[in-house]
């Protein structure tokens, strides 16, 4: 089968639909303040948007036995990017804190919670490399398990334009050193206060190959999580974790909670910060301002934070 492209144009049908979605009501964007903090060698953004603690919920079934709203399933015009056949969709996140934040979600229902397919992995590099064809970059991200940041049950992979992600950052000290988490620690594990298992892509990889890189880091992931427990290679995960992929660069994190809780100096507790695949970037998002002034001002905090939501590093 000949390799699966994505539109070539992508970077600028997502940036058109996001400026049209936005206008026309049918996207909400929040906008956020950022600030970086450094732990060992690492600049992590933290950012802050407290209208996302206002953030609508999903509408509540009618029926009692009625299944739950999916935006996925069938998604507003208005939303809708691009199909990228044979099975998969471009949908704008239609509450977006980084500006063009889209989805790759599969057409038809599959678990979010079972693991990738080759389709998956391969419309996902597409989607990255239509971004290198423009000389831009994405960050792509999969939250699976209880433990994750998944919100959804419909199997969807996230995408971030990198260039998006750094919006605001040229106000901040030490700004212009953020770059993506999964590409500086790539060969660096000591570097992290939680394990993260990295492999190397290239566009030369065929398809069967990256997906092969991806379950190969899944089950190194099984193996530090559950001692002596053989790794499935299809079906449901056997443990919460996020992904992630950039053009040169796959990362993947087993996940032990979703987050911890943040306390003040007298050791109250001021609030429960939660992480999903963006972790992998390198970035952490608050909603309160008792969070967001403690965590920007206290390195350890934000270590203890990003320690406690998988597997530390030095028993690996």
């Known amino acids: 089968m000949p390799p699966l492209t994505a ?17 026309s009501g049918d996207l909400i964007y929040y906008p956020t303040q950022v600030a970086i903090v450094t732990i060992g060698s690492l600049t992590f953004q933290l950012r802050y948007s407290p209208a996302l603690a206002q953030k609508p919920k999903p ?46 979600a599969t057409r038809d229902f599959k678990p979010q919670t079972h693991l990738l397919e ?3 992995i391969d419309a996902a590099y597409a989607c990255v490399q239509a971004y290198r064809s423009a000389d831009q970059d994405l960050f792509v991200f999969f939250n699976s398990g209880d433990h994750s940041g998944a919100s959804q049950p419909h199997r969807h ?6 260039d998006c992600m750094k919006l605001g950052l040229e106000n901040t000290e030490n700004g212009s050193e953020w770059a993506i988490l999964a590409d500086k620690v790539h060969g660096n594990q000591e570097a992290l206060p939680f394990t993260v298992f990295t492999s190397p892509i290239s566009a030369e990889m065929s398809a069967e190959d990256r997906h092969l890189a991806y379950l190969s880091l899944y089950k190194r992931a099984v193996h530090a999580a559950m001692t002596n427990v053989e790794a499935v290679d299809e079906g449901e995960a056997q443990i919460s974790y996020n992904f992630a992929m ?29 992480l999903n695949g963006t972790v992998l970037a390198g970035t952490a998002l608050v909603k309160n301002q008792a969070e967001w002034d403690a965590l920007r001002t206290n390195t350890d905090m934000l270590h203890g934070v990003l320690e406690g939501i998988g597997i530390p590093s030095k028993m690996v």
């Open 246 to 274: 950039t053009n040169t660069c796959m990362a993947l994190c087993p996940r032990t909670a979703e987050g911890t809780a943040v306390k003040d100096s007298s050791g109250n507790k001021i609030g429960d910060v939660s």
């Open 157 to 162: 992979l996230q995408l971030l334009p990198v």
């Open 59 to 104: 509408p509540k079934p009618v029926e009692p036995n009625a299944r739950p709203f999916n935006p996925f399933e069938n998604p507003s015009p208005a939303l809708l990017v691009a199909q990228l056949p044979p099975s998969h969709r471009l949908i704008l996140n239609k509450f977006a804190i980084v500006p063009e934040h889209f989805i790759l």
């Open 7 to 23: 539109p070539p144009n992508l970077p600028a049908l997502v940036r058109d639909a996001f400026i049209r979605a936005q206008g």
């Open 118 to 120: 080759p389709g998956d």
